[in-house]
Structures are given as structure tokens and as C-alpha cells.
């Protein structure tokens, strides 16, 4: 693999990471307005929704990635459509 090809894909694959986590970021929006959390949004009210739902300490929460995060709101996120304005 060449210098050019090998850049390419870590382009792309930090690319999709980021895409993600504004997925998950633009989630937690929609949980804040869901469930009522005012001025929370975007990971932090994952990280409440998450904390109220399985009962996990602020500190467990914090040490979770982005990729986790997404596994434990799996069923969550199942029907969820992100708003055409923010694609």
C-alpha cells in the first residue's frame, strides 16, 4: 500500500469515526427533548439517560467510549432518524 493510499484510508476511517459521534451527539438531543432534560444535550444526556437507566455511577459513564455508548442505546437507536437539517 502505498504513502497516498494508506493516508486515504485513515482519512476515511477518522472520517467515519467523527460521523458517528455526531450521530450520537445529535441522539442525545433527541433523548434531552424525549425524556425532559432541559439544558442537558448531546453526550452529556447519553451519559444521564444511560446513568438513570442501568443505574451506573457518573465516574463508569466517563470511561465509556463513543462506541460503547452506541452498544448500550442499541435498542434505543434502532427506529432513530437523525433530522434531515443535520445531516
Known amino acids: 500500500m ?3 493510499e494508506l493516508n486515504e484510508a485513515r482519512k476515511s476511517l477518522l ?3 467523527a460521523d458517528l459521534a455526531y450521530l450520537l451527539e445529535l441522539f442525545g438531543d ?3 427533548k424525549k425524556e425532559g432534560y432541559g439544558d442537558l444535550n448531546g453526550f452529556d444526556a447519553v451519559r444521564y439517560y444511560l446513568m438513570q437507566k442501568h443505574h451506573w455511577l457518573p465516574r463508569d459513564l466517563a470511561a465509556l467510549s ?3 455508548m452506541r452498544f448500550a442505546l ?3 437507536m434502532k427506529d432513530w432518524k437523525a433530522p434531515q437539517a443535520a445531516v
Do not use: D, F, G
Open 30 to 32: 433527541h433523548l434531552s
Open 66 to 68: 463513543h462506541n460503547e
Open 2 to 4: 502505498s504513502t497516498k
Open 15 to 17: 472520517q467515519a469515526e
Open 74 to 76: 442499541h435498542a434505543e
